[in-house]
Nanobody, 124 residues
Framework: QVQLVESGGGLVQAGDSLRLSCAASGLTFSTYPMGWFRQAPGKEREFVAG????????YYADSVKGRFTISRDNAKNTGYLQMNSLKPDDTAVYYCALANAYGLWSVAGRYVYWGQGTQVTVSS
């Protein structure tokens, strides 16, 4: 059974940092492009960052560029999202996801496996 489990979320103050982890099992993690999405209450799911299966190219939403860093450790079957300089607008449930076909990084429909999400709350 394919499973993605996010962890590392929590309640922090503006300007703080968090590192989210996405542990994968039940598949060959290294062969899948990985993305992070987030969804705030009352809003649509939003692309945050993506990384090729090789880890040699990364992609970011303009809203997080320069603050967030996506990475992966294929040997550990784990992806990461380092979030620095957090803002209240970053408050959302964050999801990791894996894609199995070519497509646009920001389109949620490209991704076929999703984690359960982890809550990130940033206070003023």
């Amino acid at each position: 059974q394919v499973q993605l489990v996010e962890s590392g979320g929590g309640l922090v103050q503006a300007g703080d940092s968090l590192r989210l982890s996405c542990a994968a099992s039940g598949l060959t993690f290294s062969t899948y492009p990985m993305g992070w999405f987030r969804q705030a209450p009352g809003k649509e799911r939003e692309f945050v960052a993506g990384i090729r299966w090789t880890g040699d190219n990364t992609y970011y939403a303009d809203s997080v560029k320069g603050r967030f860093t996506i990475s992966r450790d294929n040997a550990k079957n784990t992806g990461y999202l380092q979030m620095n300089s957090l803002k209240p607008d970053d408050t959302a449930v964050y999801y990791c996801a894996l894609a199995n076909a070519y497509g646009l990084w920001s389109v949620a429909g490209r991704y076929v496996y999703w984690g359960q999400g982890t809550q990130v709350t940033v206070s003023s």
